[in-house]
Structures are given as structure tokens and as C-alpha cells.
């Protein structure tokens, strides 16, 4: 089982329907495909979503950074030497997409090797997820109308509501549409992507505050330290940190700060390894977690119920893992299929999919 080769694949699919937001909009899906070649000729794979609107990556600065550092670092370890793993990836800082999608190929590899899940192997609570859809800019009668279809065709009723434009008016104004055009049985919660400053977030959340909202997540900047602490004091609904919290650290400083009280997940970002740790945190201080969605492709939404399926405190909440449905193509040989608002793990070892080839060879940037 040991490490003897990884890839890092460019390749561009455009979104047949762009998501934007306060922080920036994805047009194209510029994503590396990682492949973990092994010893025995298993072939584990992952999705690295690169977001420089957020941390800082690019397409070109994923693969670099694989090829010329993480690849090198980790051929000739053993896929049950993660922590070897884990401690190698960290020599170099940040990156954390390229080192998570490193990571969740080593999982999948190791599961198809073993002849195991990798939900089987993270924890096994749950073989499915309630899905959460993501809402982005747009006006109020075609974000309800995309909410309706949403729920029509694939039974979601969780809905995460962009906001954080200028005037705020115009997310508040969104949201009650929502409300009144959903009725009260669909969940609703809104992100801003740092989109405001503090006391515009308590203003909107003032003025939507009898439209029963779930979470906020990320109105405001995480480093208006100050002003940040005061919004998360008086709201009356969980706070989630998501941007703000790349590493199980972070999650800390602003949990003990008093800057959050939730916490959202995202395996594109930390991957299998770090993300458990997040989530133990996260069980020990009594938090309120959700699984993110980094505009994930159908790969990347596999990892991200892989995980959240495997434990019971992920599996409360829906998970934002419909974004996909967003995209004109994807790779993978069989497309998911989102369920009575559900979407299960695929059964065989590993993570359960394989990539077509020949649409990685249609895509491919290299």
C-alpha cells in the first residue's frame, strides 16, 4: 500500500447556471482531479475546487503546488501513514485545497484497497444525508422560482440564501419572498461572505427576524474582531464560521473569541483527515456543524456526504451538496442522483465512483 506516483489534472466545466455571491461568482468549474497511485495498482481520487476569492488558490497554483512539493513529499509512504502524510503537507503553509484533495485520495485509495467505504471507515453512522441547495444572487422571483424547482423535482427544503449585497435591502427583500413563496415547512438560512459590515448585519437580521431563520453564516468579516463579537452577541440564532475557520485552530480562536457558535465543514478545505479533527472539536464544545458546499462537483459532493453521513452529529442538519446540478457536464461515469431531498453514498469500496475517461480527456486543461 504504498504511495508511488500522484497526479494533478487541470480541467475547466462551465456552470450551465454561474452562483454568485458577496465574496466573487464561479462561472467555470477550473478544478484539479488528484489521482493516488499505490503499489498495488489502486488508484484513489479527489476534487480540488480551487477558490482565490477565499483562500488564495488557483488552478495553476494547485498543481504546482502537488507536483512540485506534495507529490514529492509523499511517494513512498504508506496509505496508513497519514499523520506521516498529514505532517509532510504541512511543511508548506496554507494551500489547503491541494492538501485536502491529497488527503481524500489517500481515504479512497485506502478504502479500495481494504474493500471498505471511506463513510465505512470515518465513522458509518448513516449511508445518506437531507440535502441543503445554495441560493446566489439573482432577484426574488427567480431565486424563488429556482428554490420551487428544487423542491418539486428533488424534494430538498433546506435552502442556504446568499446575501451580503448593497443595500441590504435587497437579500431581506429576497428572504421574506422566500418565506412567503415557500411556506414555513422549508428550513432557510443565509451566508453572507463577509458582504457586510456589523452593524449592516444586525440590521438585516433585525428586519428578518420573524421569518424563523435557522443560521447566519459569515456576514461580516471574521478580522472586524470587535464587531463581529458584538453582531454574534445579539443574535438569537446560531453564528456559523465557514471562511473564517481553515484550520481546527481557527475553529478554536473564534469559538473561545466569541466570534461564532456554529462551525461549517468542508472537505474540499480540510479534507478527510483535518476534518475529523474539526468535527471532534466541534462534539467537545457543543457546536453546531453543517457541511459546506465549495461549488463542488459531483466528486467533490461525494466526499462531502462520505463524511457527513459518517457521523451522527454531521447527519443532523442537511448538507449543502446539490451544486452540482449547476454544472453543464461532470466526470464521473454516473451522475448522482439527489432523492426525496436526499443524496446517498454509492455502494463499493472507497468513495464508490470512478471517472470517465473520456470526458476527463474532453476537459482536461493540460
Same mark, same amino acid.
Given at each position: 500500500?504504498?504511495?508511488?506516483?500522484?497526479e494533478?489534472?487541470?480541467?475547466a466545466i462551465?456552470?450551465?447556471?454561474?452562483l454568485k455571491?458577496?465574496?466573487g461568482?464561479?462561472?467555470v468549474a477550473e478544478?484539479?482531479?488528484v489521482r493516488v497511485?499505490?503499489?498495488d495498482?489502486?488508484v484513489?481520487?479527489?476534487?480540488a475546487?480551487p477558490?482565490?476569492f477565499?483562500y488564495?488558490?488557483?488552478q495553476?497554483g494547485?498543481?504546482?503546488?502537488?507536483d512540485?512539493?506534495?507529490?514529492p513529499?509523499v511517494?513512498?509512504?504508506?496509505?496508513?501513514? !497519514? /499523520?506521516?502524510?498529514?505532517?509532510? #503537507?504541512?511543511?508548506t503553509v496554507a494551500?489547503p485545497v =491541494?492538501?485536502a484533495? &491529497?488527503?481524500m485520495?489517500?481515504?479512497?485509495?485506502?478504502?479500495?484497497t481494504?474493500?471498505?467505504q471511506?463513510?465505512?471507515?470515518?465513522?458509518g453512522w448513516?449511508?445518506r444525508m437531507?440535502?441543503?441547495h445554495?441560493l446566489g444572487f439573482?432577484?426574488?422571483a427567480?431565486m424563488v422560482?429556482?428554490?420551487?424547482?428544487?423542491?418539486?423535482t428533488h424534494g430538498i427544503?433546506?435552502f442556504k440564501?446568499?446575501?451580503g449585497?448593497h443595500?441590504?435591502?435587497l437579500?431581506?427583500?429576497?428572504?421574506r419572498?422566500?418565506?412567503?413563496?415557500l411556506?414555513e415547512?422549508?428550513?432557510?438560512?443565509?451566508?453572507?461572505?463577509r458582504?457586510?459590515?456589523?452593524?449592516?448585519?444586525?440590521?438585516?437580521? !433585525? /428586519?428578518?427576524s420573524?421569518?424563523? #431563520?435557522?443560521?447566519?453564516e459569515?456576514?461580516c468579516p =471574521?478580522d472586524d474582531? &470587535?464587531?463581529?463579537?458584538?453582531?454574534v452577541q445579539q443574535?438569537?440564532?446560531?453564528?456559523?464560521?465557514?471562511?473564517?475557520?481553515?484550520?481546527?485552530?481557527d475553529v478554536?480562536?473564534?469559538v473561545?473569541?466569541?466570534?461564532?457558535t456554529?462551525?461549517?465543514?468542508?472537505?474540499?478545505?480540510?479534507?478527510f483527515?483535518?476534518?475529523?479533527?474539526?468535527?471532534?472539536?466541534?462534539?467537545g464544545?457543543?457546536?453546531e456543524?453543517v457541511m459546506?458546499?465549495?461549488?463542488?462537483?459531483q466528486?467533490g459532493?461525494?466526499?462531502?456526504?462520505?463524511f457527513?453521513?459518517?457521523?451522527?452529529?454531521?447527519?443532523r442538519?442537511?448538507?449543502?451538496?446539490?451544486?452540482f446540478?449547476?454544472m453543464s457536464?461532470?466526470?464521473?461515469?454516473e451522475?448522482?442522483?439527489?432523492?426525496?431531498?436526499?443524496?446517498?453514498i454509492?455502494p463499493?469500496a472507497?468513495l464508490?465512483?470512478e471517472?470517465?475517461?473520456?470526458?476527463l480527456?474532453?476537459?482536461?486543461?493540460?
Amino acid at each position: 500500500m504504498k504511495i508511488t506516483a500522484v497526479e494533478a489534472i487541470p480541467y475547466a466545466i462551465p456552470y450551465a447556471k454561474p452562483l454568485k455571491f458577496a465574496s466573487g461568482e464561479v462561472r467555470v468549474a477550473e478544478h484539479v482531479l488528484v489521482r493516488v497511485h499505490t503499489d498495488d495498482g489502486v488508484v484513489g481520487i479527489a476534487d480540488a475546487p480551487p477558490r482565490p476569492f477565499t483562500y488564495g488558490e488557483t488552478q495553476a497554483g494547485v498543481v504546482a503546488v502537488i507536483d512540485s512539493l506534495f507529490a514529492p513529499a509523499v511517494v513512498g509512504l504508506g496509505l496508513m501513514e !497519514r /499523520e506521516q502524510i498529514h505532517a509532510r #503537507l504541512n511543511r508548506t503553509v496554507a494551500n489547503p485545497v =491541494a492538501k485536502a484533495a &491529497l488527503d481524500m485520495a489517500v481515504w479512497d485509495a485506502l478504502g479500495r484497497t481494504l474493500g471498505y467505504q471511506v463513510n465505512e471507515l470515518l465513522g458509518g453512522w448513516s449511508d445518506r444525508m437531507r440535502v441543503s441547495h445554495m441560493l446566489g444572487f439573482d432577484s426574488p422571483a427567480a431565486m424563488v422560482a429556482e428554490a420551487e424547482r428544487m423542491r418539486d423535482t428533488h424534494g430538498i427544503t433546506t435552502f442556504k440564501v446568499k446575501v451580503g449585497r448593497h443595500p441590504h435591502t435587497l437579500d431581506t427583500a429576497v428572504v421574506r419572498a422566500l418565506r412567503e413563496g415557500l411556506g414555513e415547512e422549508v428550513e432557510l438560512y443565509v451566508d453572507g461572505n463577509r458582504g457586510w459590515s456589523a452593524s449592516e448585519s444586525a440590521r438585516a437580521m !433585525r /428586519e428578518m427576524s420573524d421569518l424563523g #431563520l435557522t443560521f447566519a453564516e459569515e456576514l461580516c468579516p =471574521a478580522d472586524d474582531v &470587535l464587531g463581529r463579537r458584538w453582531l454574534v452577541q445579539q443574535l438569537d440564532v446560531p453564528f456559523i464560521a465557514d471562511e473564517s475557520v481553515p484550520t481546527p485552530a481557527d475553529v478554536t480562536r473564534e469559538v473561545l473569541g466569541g466570534s461564532a457558535t456554529a462551525v461549517s465543514i468542508k472537505t474540499s478545505r480540510t479534507g478527510f483527515t483535518q476534518s475529523r479533527r474539526v468535527h471532534h472539536l466541534a462534539e467537545g464544545l457543543g457546536l453546531e456543524v453543517v457541511m459546506g458546499n465549495q461549488i463542488d462537483s459531483q466528486l467533490g459532493s461525494v466526499c462531502t456526504v462520505s463524511f457527513g453521513a459518517a457521523f451522527e452529529l454531521t447527519s443532523r442538519r442537511a448538507g449543502e451538496l446539490s451544486n452540482f446540478l449547476d454544472m453543464s457536464d461532470d466526470l464521473l461515469t454516473e451522475p448522482l442522483e439527489i432523492r426525496d431531498g436526499e443524496l446517498t453514498i454509492r455502494p463499493g469500496a472507497g468513495l464508490g465512483v470512478e471517472i470517465d475517461p473520456d470526458k476527463l480527456a474532453h476537459y482536461r486543461q493540460d
